[in-house]
């Protein structure tokens, strides 16, 4: 127990800096990068969102955030900033010590992230016996009440449960408990409601975001919908194949989306509402297909299937620029 | 009766689960008591969470599983629990596209053989008009000729799914069943695979059972919407008595569940939420099967079941409380 | 596909055995059955009898060469009997389910708890001995793992919707079975195949050396194995050299659907992320 907190106490600064990610995916004898130039912030309490299609990347910064990559995925350069403190570099055995305790996580199916063979009430209490020494009486008492605080109906029948006894719902309320037992300062949450019923998503979701409100705690939240992520998260930032190509204030997102990408994606989905208001309209395509790591385009990833691109765009990466309220935009033809 | 393409009598699919030794054998009723119309030409938007049926429901509709009770009246056909459909015939009047795109493409055949085996199954026998037909259909799907000899791998997602839509309409069926059609592909995707959906609708004048829990996909692309819970119809409509007048519980709540990101006015949906978790299909509540999630339940709930009832001509909704708007 | 050594390997061990096979008649020395001359009796290997020669003065090497043909032709043979036998079972008991599956896993089950050998042996008994009664010995009591393999394939295989979608396109039972699952499952098949063959050559020596399997003097390995028992601690390369290449024939066997195995195995190929 080398006090992780000490740092935590004075820290003004963000809670979380990612500077300039950059992680290497090993291939037959190339080296690509699955992951480049990324960077954000998330201050404390706050809720961040990760939005992207599947390969683009955002669940490998997470990991990396966790210290979780493994082969072939590596950590190829930049830094990971914990509370004032660089992680990047830390030990197998520091990271084990900040996962749980300064950082937790939950994942799209409960059920592999559960040890099947034992009680959740168990598996809960482990938390407070490894981070926080207390003894097993003690933390089966505090499982239980932490399964209350999940809402799961009768918990002092529940912490007698197997995984396999439960919903899905409930499997990813007891991993929600699990995450929170020791008070981490950042919940990363990857994918952690797609598995589940629409109905059952919605509870979730504003349970995560209400415990989270109420202990304190900052949320980095992926996913594939904007939607969802827009109505939980303050700030977003949208990748597309490796990069983050725009972040801004979660409200701005929808209302001046700024990046074709982004603009293309709530283009082209369907949306609640609308064909009521303007009748059926054929809906926005976005050309062409993700493409994949071994055959990113240069210039910007996203000019094959842009509306606008013209000759810049498949030869020059696009700088950063700024928008308003701290957002940036990552397209040649922005303004 | 007779301008119906697809009409469901109080259909009713049951399955004996569990074991003698351990716990006993239940009964599960799957789809319990479903009335059901499809006109030629009409697309139904099918909405429903894990259990509601909704995926027995179409098995029934093709005649790969027998009805326990009730009637199936398919294109000229009649299915019921002693009557088996003719395969073939069936074949060529019902379809399905599946939702996913990597394990409903065999990866041993090429995609010229995906389409035209059945076409040969079904007596087309000439070699240059299945090839006709084959490369005529892949046109109207959005793939090249020079695609014909490609196998599954080589495609990604969305062109997969393409191909799952060609050989669902190579036998040219009057009826095609959408299985969640893009939930599994890539958000980017989504929509071209829609708009290619509505095109071949208008364009050989298919009817569509779309199975999908995206009601923003759903409203899209939708004529008339029922909604499922637990094996029942707890609401249909036409798709605007639906989405902008919706009288069961359980419907708001579906609505209630989408996130907005453009602030959708609260009041239609304000304290609609549903809580808890969907009972089991094995052991549902007594009474409406939602009551224990429904913010309206009363003592009536768990006791009398509700039956459709007519809110408005063509929209029906089971609930007590059907006429009390919130 | 990348192989690894061992595929190389047991592959290149299974091919020579095979070319031993069939170039038998150019590539022996003398001929395996006629050429018995006592006053050579069990010389040890030299120039001119490469392998040495047996209590009859037979030229083991030419004898090695043509005990190829029999042992092969018994463990291919008898092996695709197993495979055909043991596919059609498990394919239709997990397609169909119900009675036929229940019925043929108890058929399984039943196979399995015999050893093998003792039923081969059973057979042989009643038929005599003979190539053609070791084929039909072999070919009948090997096809359980086959069986094993097919019925769990085509469980797993039949809930995919490429097998759906062809019901729905009106294709009939065996149809499906053959355009759809067959060719899916073709891969661990083989494999099962590759190592039962290696299985088969063993029991067919194992038979020949009970003596009832290939009659002398026609040369097979096993019966070679059993006509030098006598002479084993005095004229030693006359057991070595039969027992050498059933050895490395069943060992090349063994490496090669290893490595097959680790090609058609799910888990090695490479996955959508």
Avoid at chain 1, 117 to 127: H, W, Y
Avoid at chain 3, 24 to 37: G, R
Avoid at chain 3, 228 to 236: D, F, K, M
């Amino acid at each position: 127990m080398t006090g992780a907190r000490v740092t935590g106490a004075g820290g003004n600064g963000p809670l979380l800096k990612v500077e300039n990610l950059r992680i290497a995916l090993q291939g037959d004898g190339v080296t690509f990068n699955a992951v480049e130039n990324v960077s954000f912030e998330i201050g404390r309490g706050e809720a961040f969102g990760l939005v992207g299609e599947s390969g683009c990347g955002k669940s490998i910064t997470a990991l990396s955030v966790m210290g979780l990559l493994r082969r072939p995925l590596s950590l190829g350069g930049g830094r990971i900033v914990l509370d004032g403190e660089e992680i990047q570099d830390a030990s197998a055995a520091e990271m084990r010590r900040l996962r749980g305790k300064r950082v937790a996580m939950i994942f799209q199916e409960p059920m592999t992230a559960l040890n099947p063979l034992s009680p959740v009430g168990r598996q809960i209490a482990e938390m407070f016996v490894l981070h926080q020494g207390a003894s097993w009486r003690e933390a089966m008492d505090r499982a239980e009440e932490a399964l209350r605080q999940v809402r799961v109906p009768s918990p002092e029948r529940r912490i007698r449960d197997y995984p396999h006894q439960l919903s899905g719902g409930m499997r990813q309320r007891v991993m929600i408990a699990i995450a929170l037992a020791c008070g981490p300062d950042l919940l990363i949450a990857d994918e952690p409601t797609t598995a589940l019923d629409v109905t059952v998503q919605a509870e979730i979701i504003d349970l995560m975001a209400e415990l989270c409100a109420a202990k304190g705690t900052a949320i980095l939240m992926i996913s594939h919908d904007l939607g969802l992520v827009a109505n939980m998260c303050n700030r977003v930032a949208v990748m597309y194949a490796g990069r983050i190509i725009e972040s801004q204030v979660a409200d701005a997102i929808f209302a001046t989306p700024s990046h074709p990408y982004t603009r293309g994606l709530i283009d082209s989905l369907p949306r609640l509402g609308e064909r009521a208001r303007r009748g059926r309209q054929r809906l926005t395509e976005i050309s062409g297909v993700v493409p994949s790591i071994q055959a990113y385009p240069a210039g910007c990833r996203f000019n094959p299937r842009c509306p606008a691109v013209t000759d810049i765009c498949r030869t020059t990466v696009p700088e950063a620029t700024s928008l308003p309220a701290d957002g940036i935009v990552r397209c040649h033809h922005h303004g | 009766m007779a301008e119906q393409l697809l009409s469901l009598d109080d259909l009713a699919v049951q399955f004996k689960v569990g074991s003698m030794l351990a716990g006993g054998i239940k009964t599960l009723k799957a789809v319990d008591g479903v009335t059901l119309d499809v006109k030629p030409g009409e697309c139904l938007g099918l909405v429903g969470e894990s259990g509601c049926g909704k995926s027995t429901l179409a098995l029934a509709i093709m005649g790969l599983v027998l009805p326990t009770r009730g009637r199936i009246h398919v294109g000229g056909q009649q299915i019921s629990g002693d009557k088996p459909p003719d395969r073939m015939e069936m074949a060529r009047t019902v379809q399905m596209v599946f939702q996913d795109p990597y394990a409903s493409l065999n990866p041993r055949q090429t995609v010229r053989r995906t389409l035209a085996d059945p076409l040969r199954l079904h007596g087309v026998g000439d070699k240059a008009e299945v090839e006709a037909r084959v490369i005529d259909l892949m046109a109207k799907v959005g793939l090249r000729p020079e695609h014909a000899d490609r196998y599954p791998h080589e495609f990604s997602g969305g062109q997969r799914q393409r191909i799952g839509i060609a050989r669902a309409l190579i036998l040219k069926p009057k009826l095609v069943i959408c299985d969640e059609p893009v939930s599994a592909l890539d958000v980017s995707i989504r929509a071209q695979i829609i708009n290619l959906l509505l095109e071949l609708k208008d364009e050989m004048g298919l009817a569509y059972i779309m199975i999908s829990h995206d009601l923003g996909v759903v409203e899209h692309v939708s004529d008339r919407v029922a909604v499922m819970y637990l094996g029942r119809i707890v609401e249909q409509g036409g798709w605007q008595e639906i989405f902008e007048d919706p009288r069961h519980p359980y419907t708001r709540a579906l609505i209630a569940a989408i996130p907005d990101p453009f602030h959708r006015a609260a009041a239609t949906v304000a304290g609609a939420k549903a809580k808890g978790e969907i009972a089991s299909a094995l052991n549902p509540p007594p009474g409406c099967h939602f009551n224990p999630r429904c913010p309206l339940k009363a003592d009536l709930c768990t006791v009398e079941t509700p039956l459709l009832g007519t809110v408005a001509p063509g929209h029906l909704a089971a609930c007590h409380f059907r006429d009390r708007i919130i | 596909m990348r192989l690894g050594a061992n595929t190389w390997i047991g592959g290149g061990l299974f091919a020579v055995a095979l070319a031993v096979a069939v170039t038998a008649p150019w590539i022996a020395l003398t001929d395996p059955v006629m050429d018995a001359n006592l006053l050579n009796a069990e010389l040890p290997p030299s120039m001119e009898f490469p392998f040495g020669t047996d209590a009859q003065g037979r030229d083991i090497y030419s004898r090695v060469v043509y005990g190829a043909q029999i042992s092969l032709t018994v463990g291919v043979v008898s092996q695709i009997a197993n495979s055909i036998i043991g596919v059609t079972l498990g394919l239709t008991a997990g397609y169909w389910g119900g009675w036929w599956d229940d019925f043929v896993n108890g058929l399984t089950n039943v196979m399995l708890a015999i050893p093998s050998l003792i039923f081969a042996l059973a057979i042989m008994a009643i038929l005599g001995p003979g190539l053609v009664s070791l084929l039909i010995a072999l070919g009948l009591t090997n096809w359980s793992y086959s069986c094993r393999i097919a019925r769990a394939q085509a469980l797993s295989l039949k809930s995919q919707g490429y097998v759906q979608a062809a019901r729905i396109l009106g294709y009939g039972p065996f149809r499906i079975m053959f355009t759809q699952l067959l060719p899916n499952m073709l891969g661990p098949i083989i494999v099962i195949a590759t190592l039962g063959m290696g299985g088969t050559i063993l029991a067919e020596a194992a038979l020949s050396f009970l003596g009832l399997g290939i009659r002398p003097p026609f040369p097979s390995w096993g019966s070679m194995l059993s006509d030098a028992r006598e002479t084993i601690a005095i004229a030693p390369w006359v057991s070595i050299f039969p027992g050498l290449a059933i050895f490395l024939t069943v060992l090349g066997l063994n490496l090669l659907g290893d490595g097959l195995r680790d090609i058609f195995d799910p888990q090695a190929t490479t996955r959508r992320a």
